[in-house]
């Protein structure tokens, strides 16, 4: 379907380079902080989405038995423990925004 759409010249590379400076324009653009942390999480939504697509190999194996054609686990592995901790970041900057909302008032 997106092929369709695209004419076939979008891959996972290229949406998360875009999703990527979606994040980045609305960080720039957007003075609430509520808004930025969103743009903060889409930004790094493109970030695994670009990384994670690195390791696939069309046709790969998993990395178990040595084979020509094997799936690099590493991006993956590594966006796993990113995802974490962005979770966690998310959760942090939102309680800070709430304490600082609370001060204000």
Not at 26 to 31: F, P, S
Not at 80 to 88: P, S
């Amino acid at each position: 379907m997106i092929e369709s759409i695209t004419g076939g010249y979008l891959n996972a590379e290229l949406a998360g380079v875009i999703l990527l400076l979606i994040g980045l324009y609305g960080l720039i653009i957007n003075r609430d902080l509520i808004k930025q942390v969103i743009s903060i999480n889409v930004l790094s939504t493109g970030v695994f989405l670009f990384f994670t697509s690195l390791g696939h190999v069309s046709g790969g194996n998993v990395p178990l038995i040595m084979n020509t054609d094997m799936v690099d686990p590493l991006p993956a592995t590594l966006m796993l423990t990113t995802l974490v901790i962005d979770v966690a970041e998310t959760a942090l900057a939102l309680a800070l925004i709430l304490r600082m909302r609370e001060d204000e008032e």
